[in-house]
């Protein structure tokens, strides 16, 4: 099979085009295996539109049922289109109406059908560069005519490898320095006398898995009584550990072992979830409508904006904002392969959905600090070259919401492309920061091994548990918090020195370490104070 085939069927008969669905072939294929089985049970993720646009943040947290009643699905749509799938043939296994989903089950050949597609099995190097088996479309969907403009994104048809994990582990002797977390809230100036009391985080992966006997060890060792942990699983998936200790199961114990110890009295929900553009929204959704509501979601995993369907970057930010509105801080990683995010194209790119207005983004540091003191020496853009570098730069997809306007559009000045005109960029990556050089990183035990890692995808975890922090301080939860830190005058100590490849660090925010890395002390006061 060529790269550049078309396997999209015709519309079928009372269909039309389903905008922003069109999904080009797979990059790296290694093999094509001819058409998937015809008869083979699969699910898919169905979005509806919303009943009424979320165009502004509420004050205060939205409950679920007025979510729902709000800005969920209409009753005639949910309704219109349960109705309209299950006469096609299709199982109705959920129907959400403050989500907006539904999830759908039938076999290749009936879903292929409705939603005018076919499906081949091929197998493609994914963005994590291994080798993986999947189903496979490209081109456009089609949907019930009767559906148009009330289905918006249908996910999870092709299973493709969606996102990557940011992060870089190296053997704890080769590390020049690390840190411990509690030792990195002594040196980020945590709040004293917050240990994430009444507070949940949601963490989601979308692969590997953790053991206790690991947690238990690494907490007892930093003389922490651990977290409560619990792992939910999503669309089949499971916690799975025992894999890989330098991949999904590293990015996993990271995220875990960073939240349980900087907010060690928080409860824990692990969400794991197939890596597809279907699994990793429902992870999300799941995390965020759950009850209690978290105070935080931290997600460590993304890929460049236009490895993105539209249908899905779209159905993603607004995942993102039903879950501001409910009152969760969801914290993304921003990547770890500079401004280019590892694209070959020679251009720069943002990572999604750390590019998405409604996540906080986290970019990445180099620390250098006394633990004893947690007096900083020296802290900088990491950068230890193109694929071992924070991300950070514009959004080609989202504007520059109204908490960045008047911020510079900074390149480095021997860059010879041209600066854009004021205004004129997108949404600005990252947000904050926080140490991720893998050179001076977070000490960890994953399988039985101590060893340090670095990357965003620490950051991410680093930025949920001070979240919960301040929830537990104030009495409050958040949902999006940058018009808040980005009106704040204290909070952050700014990282002047340094570049990500294309942008160079500056006073104030700049598109490597955004408005700098915490101060958690100063941060609540200021956003205790009103200053």
């Given at each position: 099979?060529?790269?550049?085939?078309?396997?999209?069927?015709?519309?079928?008969?009372?269909?039309?085009?389903?905008?922003?669905?069109?999904?080009?072939?797979?990059?790296?294929?290694?093999?094509?295996?001819?058409?998937?089985?015809?008869?083979?049970?699969?699910?898919?993720?169905?979005?509806?539109?919303?009943?009424?646009?979320?165009?502004?943040?509420?004050?205060?947290?939205?409950?679920?049922?007025?979510?729902?009643?709000?800005?969920?699905?209409?009753?005639?749509?949910?309704?219109?289109?349960?109705?309209?799938?299950?006469?096609?043939?299709?199982?109705?296994?959920?129907?959400?109406?403050?989500?907006?989903?539904?999830?759908?089950?039938?076999?290749?050949?009936?879903?292929?059908?409705?939603?005018?597609?076919?499906?081949?099995?091929?197998?493609?190097?994914?963005?994590?560069?291994?080798?993986?088996?999947?189903?496979?479309?490209?081109?456009?969907?089609?949907?019930?005519?009767?559906?148009?403009?009330?289905?918006?994104?249908?996910?999870?048809?092709?299973?493709?490898?969606?996102?990557?994990?940011?992060?870089?582990?190296?053997?704890?002797?080769?590390?020049?320095?690390?840190?411990?977390?509690?030792?990195?809230?002594?040196?980020?100036?945590?709040?004293?006398?917050?240990?994430?009391?009444?507070?949940?985080?949601?963490?989601?992966?979308?692969?590997?898995?953790?053991?206790?006997?690991?947690?238990?060890?690494?907490?007892?060792?930093?003389?922490?009584?651990?977290?409560?942990?619990?792992?939910?699983?999503?669309?089949?998936?499971?916690?799975?550990?025992?894999?890989?200790?330098?991949?999904?199961?590293?990015?996993?114990?990271?995220?875990?072992?960073?939240?349980?110890?900087?907010?060690?009295?928080?409860?824990?929900?692990?969400?794991?979830?197939?890596?597809?553009?279907?699994?990793?929204?429902?992870?999300?959704?799941?995390?965020?409508?759950?009850?209690?509501?978290?105070?935080?979601?931290?997600?460590?995993?993304?890929?460049?904006?236009?490895?993105?369907?539209?249908?899905?970057?779209?159905?993603?930010?607004?995942?993102?904002?039903?879950?501001?509105?409910?009152?969760?801080?969801?914290?993304?990683?921003?990547?770890?392969?500079?401004?280019?995010?590892?694209?070959?194209?020679?251009?720069?790119?943002?990572?999604?959905?750390?590019?998405?207005?409604?996540?906080?983004?986290?970019?990445?540091?180099?620390?250098?600090?006394?633990?004893?003191?947690?007096?900083?020496?020296?802290?900088?853009v990491w950068n230890d070259g193109p694929h071992s570098a924070t991300g950070g730069?514009?959004?080609?997809?989202?504007?520059?919401?109204?908490?960045?306007?008047?911020?510079?559009?900074?390149?480095?000045?021997?860059?010879?492309?041209?600066?854009?005109?004021?205004?004129?960029?997108?949404?600005?990556?990252?947000?904050?920061?926080?140490?991720?050089?893998?050179?001076?990183?977070?000490?960890?035990?994953?399988?039985?091994?101590?060893?340090?890692?670095?990357?965003?995808?620490?950051?991410?975890?680093?930025?949920?548990?001070?979240?919960?922090?301040?929830?537990?301080?104030?009495?409050?939860?958040?949902?999006?918090?940058?018009?808040?830190?980005?009106?704040?005058?204290?909070?952050?100590?700014?990282?002047?020195?340094?570049?990500?490849?294309?942008?160079?660090?500056?006073?104030?925010?700049?598109?490597?370490?955004?408005?700098g890395s915490p101060d958690g002390t100063a941060l609540l006061a200021a956003i205790?104070?009103?200053?």
């Amino acid at each position: 099979m060529s790269e550049h085939s078309n396997t999209t069927s015709r519309p079928a008969v009372g269909s039309v085009p389903l905008p922003g669905s069109e999904r080009p072939p797979a990059e790296r294929i290694q093999a094509a295996h001819g058409p998937a089985d015809p008869s083979r049970r699969i699910e898919v993720t169905v979005i509806l539109r919303r009943r009424e646009p979320l165009t502004q943040m509420p004050a205060e947290p939205m409950s679920r049922g007025e979510l729902a009643a709000g800005h969920g699905a209409a009753a005639a749509d949910l309704r219109l289109a349960t109705d309209t799938f299950t006469r096609l043939g299709a199982e109705i296994l959920d129907a959400d109406p403050a989500a907006r989903r539904l999830r759908l089950a039938g076999t290749v050949e009936l879903l292929s059908r409705i939603f005018g597609t076919s499906l081949e099995e091929v197998t493609s190097s994914g963005p994590h560069g291994h080798d993986v088996t999947h189903r496979h479309r490209t081109g456009s969907l089609t949907i019930p005519a009767e559906l148009e403009g009330i289905v918006t994104a249908v996910l999870g048809l092709d299973d493709r490898p969606q996102a990557r994990a940011q992060f870089h582990a190296i053997p704890l002797t080769a590390a020049r320095t690390s840190y411990t977390p509690p030792e990195l809230a002594r040196i980020y100036n945590f709040p004293a006398g917050a240990d994430g009391s009444g507070q949940g985080v949601a963490i989601i992966e979308l692969g590997g898995g953790f053991g206790q006997d690991d947690l238990d060890t690494y907490f007892a060792g930093l003389g922490i009584t651990g977290p409560r942990i619990t792992a939910v699983g999503v669309d089949g998936a499971v916690n799975h550990p025992g894999q890989d200790p330098t991949g999904a199961d590293g990015e996993v114990l990271l995220d875990i072992e960073v939240v349980g110890a900087l907010a060690p009295k928080a409860d824990i929900l692990v969400y794991f979830a197939p890596n597809t553009d279907a699994g990793f929204l429902d992870a999300i959704i799941n995390a965020s409508h759950a009850t209690p509501t978290p105070a935080a979601i931290s997600i460590s995993w993304g890929q460049s904006e236009d490895a993105w369907t539209e249908q899905a970057r779209t159905a993603f930010d607004q995942a993102l904002a039903d879950a501001s509105a409910l009152g969760v801080t969801v914290t993304a990683a921003a990547g770890d392969n500079g401004s280019s995010d590892g694209a070959t194209d020679g251009k720069d790119h943002a990572d999604f959905p750390a590019s998405s207005p409604h996540a906080l983004a986290c970019g990445g540091t180099r620390l250098d600090a006394d633990t004893a003191t947690g007096t900083i020496s020296s802290e900088t853009v990491w950068n230890d070259g193109p694929h071992s570098a924070t991300g950070g730069g514009y959004s080609d997809t989202f504007p520059a919401p109204a908490w960045q306007n008047g911020l510079a559009a900074r390149t480095r000045r021997h860059n010879p492309a041209p600066k854009p005109a004021p205004g004129s960029h997108g949404r600005g990556v990252p947000d904050v920061s926080g140490v991720a050089d893998p050179q001076t990183g977070y000490k960890v035990r994953v399988e039985s091994k101590d060893m340090v890692i670095g990357g965003t995808s620490a950051v991410a975890p680093l930025w949920a548990a001070l979240i919960a922090l301040l929830a537990q301080s104030t009495n409050r939860h958040f949902g999006q918090i940058q018009p808040l830190l980005y009106s704040r005058k204290a909070g952050f100590r700014d990282v002047t020195s340094g570049n990500n490849g294309t942008y160079q660090a500056a006073s104030g925010w700049d598109p490597c370490t955004g408005l700098g890395s915490p101060d958690g002390t100063a941060l609540l006061a200021a956003i205790t104070s009103g200053h």
